[in-house]
């Protein structure tokens, strides 16, 4: 029995040591970019490296996968994914364009939405590429609210589409991603 207790115990201690591996090496991925060590594209390229030639050993648990997809996440919605191509549309004219196109359907709002239109990023927000700028949804979406389907098309099996209710599915922190634990068969509104 005492060597079944050191081999739980051996376990034990390699699964933590696994875990704190996968959180630094995600963190080094993600870093901020005010960390002058990893914010250049080549150390970004070295750390994707490191973790995609050793994923099936960083991946060991669900939560692994789920720290991992939140990682990538993050990135993309900082723009670090991919090059900015410096051909792409003046974020500014895209803008007016979705502007022009809302006032011609018609669109409005339920609530006045108040722009972001600092050329900096506003207080605590992350850096993005020079080629973007910070817009509250409401400028380049329509958000609607009290269109619930009927609660018998609810289901949590993943049939049909993502029934996003209520502030209760968004977590915490202005980027968090979206909780989908309940989908619907009969949306009323897309």
Not at 19 to 45: E, F, I, M, Q, W
Not at 65 to 93: C, F, H, M, S
Not at 115 to 142: K, M
Request: include cysteine; proline fraction near 6%.
């Amino acid at each position: 029995m005492v060597l079944c207790d050191q081999l739980q115990a051996a376990q034990t201690e390699r699964e933590q040591n696994r875990d704190r591996l996968v959180a630094s090496s995600l963190h080094r991925l993600a870093a901020s970019d005010n960390d002058k060590t990893t914010s250049n594209p080549a150390a970004l390229n070295d750390h994707a490296r490191f973790i995609f030639n050793h994923l099936p050993r960083l991946t060991t648990r669900p939560a692994h996968i789920k720290q991992l997809r939140q990682t990538i996440l993050n990135l993309a919605v900082r723009g670090k994914l991919v090059a900015q191509d410096p051909n792409d549309e003046l974020v500014e004219k895209l803008l007016k364009r979705i502007k022009d196109e809302r006032n011609k359907k018609e669109i409005v709002s339920n609530k006045k939405q108040k722009v972001i239109t600092e050329t900096s990023n506003p207080e605590g927000f992350f850096d993005i590429p020079d080629s973007w700028c910070w817009v509250q949804l409401g400028e380049i979406a329509n958000v609607l609210m009290g269109q619930s389907p009927p609660s018998s098309t609810y289901n949590k099996s993943g049939e049909g589409v993502a029934l996003i209710n209520a502030p209760v599915e968004f977590s915490d922190g202005p980027f968090g991603i979206t909780i989908v634990n309940q989908y619907t068969t009969a949306p009323t509104t897309l």
